[in-house]
Structure formats: C-alpha cells, structure tokens
C-alpha cells in the first residue's frame, strides 16, 4: 500500500513538474507573439488616435471655410458682381419702411468716372425726428455697402424732417478675376467643377 501511495504522490510530482514545464515552454513561445501583438496593438492604437486628430482638424477646418462661405456670399450682397438697381431700391424702401419713413422717388445713375464701380444713387426720405435717426442708423448698419456723399436736412410745418441723401453704392469691377483665384486657389482635388 506505501508502494501505491509512493506512486500517486510520485505521480502527482511528475504532474505538477510536466505541467510547470509545459506552461514555461509555452510561455516562452507565447511571450514573443504577446510582444509582437501588443507593439502592433499600440501601433494601431496610435493610427486610430492620429485619424482622430486629423478629422478633428478637419472638422475645425469645415466650420472656418463654411463661415467664409458666408461672410463671402455676405460680401457679394453688400457688394454685388453685377449692376444691382432693383435691390438698391428695394433695399432702401425696405430700410424706410422698417423705420416708418417714406421716399418719393430715387435716381439711380452709373457714377460717371470711368473704370469706377460706383452707382450713385438719389434720394429723399421724410419722416419724424425718431423716424430719421432710425433710417440713417439702419443705413449705416444695412449689409448693403453705401457711401453717403452728401446729406441736406430740412423740415416742414407739419413737424415732418425731409432728408435728401446722395449716396454711391458699389459693385465688383471684374468679377471674372474672382472667379479665377477662387479655383486657383483651392486644391485640384476640391475645385471640381469650379471654373
């Protein structure tokens, strides 16, 4: 019977022993792949976090060029390509009536120096006190770039200001120079169908 309990516990060493050096032996084989993969892991981890960055850049990047997107279509409204007389009336009409004033009658004529962009324009606004002030406020502030040239003020007896303004409004002198830097400018693989 110690012969068979000799054994078992000669077994059981054995065992322990063999399983020792089965799990060194495969740690040894094992711990390289382990370094390999965990390096390779870290390498991709680092390429994830840098596409990270780069589309957070690229992000920042879309909302600055969005936002001169708009300033730019801002800049051709205030300063159009084209002879704009419709919208210059439209324009000042809508400025007298947000401030409760009234304009009989607006001249609109090329400002006559040669090369210029100017557009002069004539009118005369009537109004009360408050109503004025109002209107050239508004005018100074309209998105629409106007020049006040001159300014003649007077009044009636009816407690009425009449305002004669003479004023230049402005457009783009060559329009296919802008044209030209914008697809100049961008990349060959952005400008597509810009011309």
Do not use: C
């Not at 296919?176 to 169908?193: A, F, I």
């Amino acid at each position: 019977m110690d012969n068979k309990r000799n054994s078992g516990i000669f077994f059981n060493i054995f065992a322990v022993v063999l399983s020792l050096a089965s799990f060194f032996v495969a740690w040894k084989m094992i711990l390289p792949q382990y370094v390999i993969n965990k390096n390779h892991y870290a390498k991709v981890d680092a390429e994830v976090n840098a596409a990270k960055d780069k589309l957070e850049s690229l992000k920042v990047a879309k909302t600055s060029l969005d936002n001169l997107g708009t300033i730019v279509d801002q800049m051709f409204i205030a300063i159009p390509s084209e002879k704009d007389d419709p919208n210059i009336i439209a324009e000042l009409e809508a400025i007298a009536t947000k401030n409760n004033a009234y304009i009989p009658s607006i001249q609109i004529a090329d400002s006559g120096s040669a090369g210029s962009s100017a557009v002069a324009v004539s009118f005369s606004v009537s109004g009360g006190f408050a109503d004025m002030q109002g209107f050239v406020n508004s005018l100074e502030n309209d998105l629409k770039f106007f020049s006040v040239k001159s300014l003649a003020i007077s009044g009636n007896k009816e407690g009425l200001i009449n305002l004669s303004f003479q004023v230049e409004a402005y457009q783009q002198t060559d329009s296919s120079l802008t044209s030209t830097t914008q697809s100049s400018t961008l990349p060959s693989d952005v400008s597509g169908g810009i011309e």
